[in-house]
């Protein structure tokens, strides 16, 4: 059973930065494409960036720049890089595994974690 648990969350002051990182079990790693989701109060949960086994990153367009995406292979784990933090980013980011790196934002696709809170003051 593959299990993902994310950590690294808190509270920031806007402009700051974070790193979260996602830790995955029960998975042959090496060939899941890694992906970083976020839900806002009263919003839908949007992706947020992806990283294939391969090691290349792709990213929401509106994020692109500062946000980055990155993988350990070796630690079973993909980390996930905010900074110049706004008050907008504050969501609970989930951490998802999946076997495809098409169709990213879907929903309905691989397994995910509980999320850890980000929450930017400003």
């Known amino acids: 059973q593959v299990q993902l648990v994310e950590s690294g969350g808190g509270l920031v002051r806007a402009g700051g930065s974070l790193t979260l990182s996602c830790e995955i079990s029960g998975s042959i790693f090496s060939f899941d494409v890694m992906g970083w989701y976020r839900q806002a109060p009263g919003k839908k949960r949007e992706w947020v960036a992806s990283?294939?086994?391969?090691?290349?990153?792709s990213y929401a367009p509106s994020l692109e720049g500062r946000f980055l995406i990155s993988r350990d292979d070796a630690k079973n784990m993909a980390n996930l890089q905010l900074n110049a933090l706004k008050p907008e980013d504050t969501a609970i980011y989930y951490c998802?595994?999946?076997?495809?790196?098409?169709?990213?934002?879907?929903?309905?696709?691989?397994?995910w974690g509980q999320g850890t809170q980000v929450t930017v003051s400003s």
């Open positions: 990283i294939t086994p391969d090691g290349v990153p």
């Open positions: 998802n595994a999946r076997r495809t790196a098409s169709w990213p934002e879907r929903l309905d696709i691989g397994s």
